[in-house]
């Protein structure tokens, strides 16, 4: 897909909720102090970009007519006044937009704050590389950052085939931990493919699973991907004293008591928190760097769908999510 000329470019367009994308030819953006231009490449689809469609996504702020996706790869064009990290023809990646009236990925163009970004991983497609950053991010901050995460601890992760999921197994297994995950028995194999211990949650109560892993100790950490039943039932998977629950999804109501009487610790995350309010936001292009080296190390592969997706078939990839039929992570092409 190419501009018209260089002052304008297509973009896909959220003028109402619950409506069609409009595919429009818009000004092209222009980079600013601390930004620079990136030339799109590919644009990772999230459950949340349908929920913002939708208008059910009220706690990412987003502004219409607004311009979405989070997640992208691209090259650098142009280099905004103080910009010294990037210089254009750099391949990037990062979590950069599509929300709280910043635009997003789902266009030719994006002016992005250079500290969101990190440069993209040598051996991964566009696609692979605009997989990883939301996902990632996540993953990193519940983990690393507030779990810490390290060699010998032993990590639970709820829902570990999911996006999140599978990044944040690969992500604990690099670290050293000893890794389980609850999923389906039919998930077994791709779970196991990671180096993690799959644990069928469909066949056995937590009481079980807890007893048979850890003889009745609990799990250092316990990371929760799904929310509700999923999230009271990682507060009694936890171990006694010293375990640290981490959820991406704690926006329920919630018992406390079965994580008090346990004396364990509980950290939630809000990975949209730096786009919307402007702090720290170097933290995830910090992270996005240590992406990049578990990726080049071969320890780090974002599942990625085969189908390829356009602009103009945006549709039909959010039915393919809606409807379950992806295998990994939706993607739209811009190449």
């Known amino acids: 897909m190419s501009t018209q000329n260089n002052t304008t470019m297509k973009a896909l367009v959220l003028e109402n909720y619950g409506s ?6 818009i000004k092209r953006p222009v980079a600013v102090k601390g930004e620079v231009l990136v030339q ?10 349908l929920k913002i469609k939708a208008g059910q996504a009220a706690h990412a ?3 219409l007519p607004a311009i979405s996706g989070v997640d992208m790869a691209g090259i650098v064009v142009e280099i905004g006044e103080g910009v010294t990290r990037f210089k254009a023809g750099d391949e990037v990646y990062g979590l950069t937009g599509g929300i709280a009236g910043i635009q997003g990925s789902l266009a030719e163009y994006a002016a992005v704050d250079a500290d969101l970004l990190a440069v993209k991983p040598t051996n991964l497609s566009m696609k692979e590389a605009a997989a990883i950053p939301l996902s990632f991010i996540t993953a990193w901050e519940g983990l690393v950052d507030r779990a810490k995460v390290d060699k010998g601890k032993t990590v639970l992760i709820q829902g570990g085939s ?14 050293g931990a000893k890794v389980y995950v609850t999923d389906r028995a039919a998930r077994k194999l791709i779970i196991e493919s990671y180096g993690a211990t799959a644990i069928d949650f469909t066949s056995l109560s937590v009481e079980e699973y807890v007893k048979i892993h850890t003889d009745n100790e609990g799990f250092d950490i316990v990371f929760d991907t799904v929310g509700g039943e999923t999230l009271d039932a990682s507060f009694k998977a936890v171990k006694t004293y010293c375990g ?7 926006w329920g109501t919630h018992s406390l008591a079965p994580l008090s009487f346990r004396a364990a610790t509980y950290s939630g995350v809000f990975t ?7 702090k720290n936001r170097s933290h995830h292009g910090a992270i996005l760097k240590e992406a990049a080296l ?3 190390a071969g320890q780090l592969k974002p599942v990625v769908d085969a189908k390829r997706y356009t602009l103009e078939t945006i549709a039909d ?12 992570k939706v993607v739209i092409d811009l190449e």
Do not use: F
């Open 294 to 296: 578990l990726a080049e």
């Open 61 to 63: 702020q987003t502004k």
């Open 20 to 25: 069609p994308y409009v595919l429009k030819e």
């Open 317 to 328: 990839a959010y039915q393919s999510i809606e409807a379950r039929l992806n295998t990994g």
């Open 40 to 49: 799109i490449k590919a644009s990772g689809v999230n459950p949340l970009d």
């Open 272 to 278: 949209l928190l730096p786009l919307i309010t402007g």
């Open 244 to 250: 640290h629950v981490v959820s991406i999804l704690g």
């Open 162 to 175: 999911g996006g999140v999921g599978h990044i944040a197994v690969q992500l604990a297994v690099a670290r």
